[in-house]
């Protein structure tokens, strides 16, 4: 199946989705590192299909055959919880653009992923002007014409039509460490199909649970085992937590596997700090200098990381670090921190660390999309006969 995708970044939704079995017939992304990572990246196929530049400036009908699915995340600055919450009044705002992509190529389905803030209350009127955009992507706003005017048109074509919508749109917000990314990272979701194609779909259930992480770390300790690691002493909080699970579960009722953590995922990868590392790819570049403050503790080694971020100017916040049992931090690698967000390990970066760490603090987690986009794939297949 064929797809388009923007906004690409680094990679990580194209990467997952070509994964699922979507064929890139055309890439677009603005930062020119981020071009530049996935032009050295061409066995995966995006460099061929690459649109360096502002998304506004590009040409659909360069794109000669029908397209089954337009996929990207549309730039979150406008919703961010660390950013200025400015949503509608942002320029950066792009998910106009997302919608025209939809009506001028006219997908079978779509996907889109944001932040968690795109939920916050303070949108909750925009989210919805969002929604019924991708609903109706062929009813634009007109020139000169408010966001809010464009919303009660919206409204009154949805009424008019009893709901009978150009695409029927879901979303739904995930933590990525439930389908055994190494990572708590929450996002949304926005999964549209084409009303013509009569798809049943729901989004993909969860793998991975905290409990059944809980319950290999307080309860059998195989977790510990496993790691080769003596079992640690549990505090009085940790008995409790022990008990209240043996109450709750045995382990032949998990039907979810253990969360993945930062000690899982990078178990085979050296320090850093030792020269041993030197034939890994971006595994080289220690930065010393980790330090942690009130509210940047980093991410403990035997827990999902916290969420992979790109902050400010592209440096990485302080939660871009490993915490050790004895306080003690470090940042991440590139490649560790590719390995929170699943990218391969043969997948080659451009840029500076700070750059780098922006395109992963921006990423969708590669196994996280595969998921997704293999379930949309299916969706289509099935619809198809």
């Known amino acids: 199946m064929k797809s388009v995708e923007l906004f690409a970044g680094g990679g990580g939704l194209a990467i997952g989705l070509s994964r699922a079995g979507f064929e890139h017939v055309s890439v677009v992304e603005y930062n020119k590192d981020a071009c530049e990572t996935l032009r050295l990246n061409r066995c995966t196929g995006f460099g061929a299909r690459l649109y360096e530049g502002d998304i506004r400036g590009f040409d659909y009908s360069t794109i000669a055959e029908p397209v089954d699915l337009v996929s990207g995340g549309p730039p979150c600055q406008p919703f961010s919880l660390g950013g200025k919450h400015q949503a509608h009044q942002d320029n950066r705002d792009m998910f106009p653009e997302a919608v025209k992509a939809i009506r001028t190529l006219h997908p079978k389905a779509f996907i889109l992923e944001n932040v968690k803030g795109l939920l916050r209350k303070s949108f909750a009127e925009y989210f919805q002007y969002i929604l019924l955009q991708l609903q109706y992507p062929s009813f634009p706003a007109q020139p000169q014409e408010s966001w809010q005017a464009h919303l009660n048109r919206l409204q009154q074509q949805h009424e008019a039509t009893q709901g009978e919508s150009e695409y029927q749109v879901s979303f739904k917000l995930v933590n990525a460490a439930d389908y055994g990314v190494p990572q708590k990272r929450e996002r949304v979701f926005i999964i549209g199909f084409r009303n013509d194609i009569k798809v049943q779909w729901s989004f993909p259930e969860p ?34 937590k022990a008990k209240k699970l043996q109450k709750q579960y045995d382990l032949s009722t998990f039907k979810h596997q253990p969360w993945v953590t930062v000690r899982d995922a990078l178990q085979d990868l050296p320090d850093p700090r030792d020269e041993k590392h030197s034939g890994l790819l971006d595994h080289h570049d220690y930065k010393p200098g980790a330090r942690t403050y009130p509210g940047h503790t980093g991410s403990y080694i035997d827990a999902p990381s916290k969420t992979l971020k790109a902050g400010a100017h592209g440096v990485p916040g302080g939660e871009n670090m490993i915490r050790y049992h004895d306080g003690s931090v470090r940042y991440y690698t590139v490649r560790e921190s590719a390995r929170i967000q699943t990218f391969p390990d043969d997948f080659v970066f451009s840029g500076s660390w700070g750059e780098v760490m922006r395109q992963l603090g921006n990423a969708v987690p590669s196994q996280l999309a595969e998921i997704v986009g293999t379930s949309v794939f299916r969706a289509i297949n099935q619809s198809q006969g």
């Open 207 to 240: 793998t991975h649970s905290q409990d059944a992480l809980l319950w290999r770390q307080l309860v059998d300790f195989s977790y510990w085992d496993n790691h080769k690691l003596p079992s640690p002493v549990l505090s009085d909080k940790e008995r409790a």
